[in-house]
């Protein structure tokens, strides 16, 4: 496997809906693709870039291009109540959501008065 010289990547330097505690071992989203891998090490794992471990595997196909970031360095600098707290904290930020945006049709004029519309007669 040739020497992945990209920085160490920081898991805390992740969005926290990029990182997973739930399972054994922690997964996090990789920069380079976008696919969930398993950290076991202090190293990506080596993958492809349409990394999906339960799909069946095509055999018979050409092989798919390794991820760029396979081997990148990593440090575990965060724990899981951390994820969690920022998790809950980013959820509640209002800057995170998307605006509302509301069509309002154009409303007719409104009509005159009764008293007026009897004075016109
Ligand atoms: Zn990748």
Do not use: Q
Request: net charge positive.
């Amino acid at each position: 496997m040739p020497k992945n010289t990209a920085p160490v990547l920081l898991v805390s330097s992740l969005p926290a809906n990029m990182v997973d505690f739930t399972r054994r071992l922690p997964m996090i989203v990789c920069p380079g693709c976008g696919s969930w891998v398993t950290l076991s090490g202090s190293h990506l794992p080596v993958h492809r870039g349409d990394n999906r471990p339960d799909a069946p595997r095509d055999h018979t196909g050409p092989r798919r291009p390794r991820c760029t970031a396979s081997g990148r360095a990593v440090r575990m600098d965060t724990t899981a109540a951390e994820v969690g707290a920022r998790l809950f904290r980013d959820e509640y930020d209002g800057r995170n959501r998307h605006r509302t945006r509301t069509a309002h049709p154009m409303a007719p004029a409104p009509l005159p008065p009764v008293h007026h519309m009897a004075m016109a007669r």
